[in-house]
């Protein structure tokens, strides 16, 4: 994903705020969706690490 940069007293268009709105919540659906890979693989990790201890 790129950076948008703004600088002071830039608008944006409705057209324009709703198309980075929908941009930024595909985002966040893409990066909750990885985050909960990483919570999955990180809990099997974790629980054959305990298993190994005893």
Avoid: H, N, P
């Avoid at 007293?9 to 595909?26: E, P």
């Avoid at 966040?28 to 809990?43: E, F, G």
């Amino acid at each position: 994903m790129g950076f948008i940069k703004f600088t002071k007293g830039t608008s944006l268009s409705d057209k324009d705020r709703k198309a980075l709105q929908k941009l930024l919540s595909d985002e966040k659906k893409k990066l909750q969706s990885a985050l909960k890979d990483v919570d999955t693989s990180l809990s099997m990790l974790g629980g054959k690490k305990a298993k190994k201890k005893k």
